[in-house]
């Protein structure tokens, strides 16, 4: 938890150099947005068809792939497993936690920045301050990820049922005049009930472990 909060608050400061890169040294001349000049010809991501959505999907569902693969079929991923489930047990075993831990963090990083760079390299194919969080994609993905329990494709799958009710709400709104935040409400009930489930779970945990003990 503590590993968690630290990130999580080491990214405001990343997002305020990108903030400063927008709206100072790369920012588009001319504009009156904080945003920063389009790409070159070329560089952008090529889309399927007319529609907007670019290969970049693909990328993101070959690194879900992979990481399913990794975590499923080798030494590494079942080390991580460990260590998730059980990090005292992970470290009597000969785990070495802390080099794990700057592994997983450092290519964490590396898959958001992914993210990232298809979020600029396609549609409108510039970086505009507060596009890639304003949208709450953090805490979108962070709780995907504890709704699958962190199983790859599972995560996947929720992080693209989020997704799916962030769109639908604005189309919804539109539509019928219902408000979006309605979304934000069904959000806020998955993750009541999320955070119920664990904790009976863990209760049964506690409960089983005395149990094993009085015996």
């Known amino acids: 938890m503590p590993l968690l909060v630290s990130s999580l608050l080491l990214g405001y400061p990343a997002m305020s150099f990108a903030s400063y890169l927008a709206r100072f040294p790369l920012k588009e001349d001319g504009s009156s947005l904080p945003q920063t000049r389009p790409l070159p010809d070329g560089v952008a991501l090529p889309a399927f068809g ?19 693969f990794a975590d499923a079929r080798t030494a590494t991923g079942y080390e991580i497993r460990m260590t998730g489930l059980n ?37 409108p194919y510039r970086f505009i301050d507060g ?11 962070l709780t995907a990820a504890l709704l699958a329990s962190a199983a790859p494709l599972g995560t996947a799958v929720a992080a693209l049922f989020f997704a799916a009710l962030d769109v639908g709400g604005l189309a919804m709104e ?42």
């Open 50 to 68: 007319s529609s907007t959505v670019t290969v970049g999907l693909v990328l993101v569902v070959l690194a879900a792939a992979v990481f399913a």
């Open 87 to 123: 990090p005292r047990f992970a470290a009597y075993a000969g785990v070495d936690r802390p080099r794990l831990t700057l592994r997983l963090m450092g290519l964490s990083g590396a898959v958001a920045g992914l993210v990232g760079a298809i979020g600029v390299l396609s549609f």
């Open 131 to 141: 596009s890639l969080t304003a949208a709450g994609h953090t805490w979108t993905g």
């Open 174 to 215: 539109r539509a019928t005049e219902v408000p979006r935040e309605l979304t934000q409400v069904l959000q806020a009930v998955v993750i009541v009930f999320l955070a119920a489930r664990l904790r009976l779970t863990w209760r049964r945990a506690a409960k089983t472990a005395r149990g094993k003990g009085g015996l």
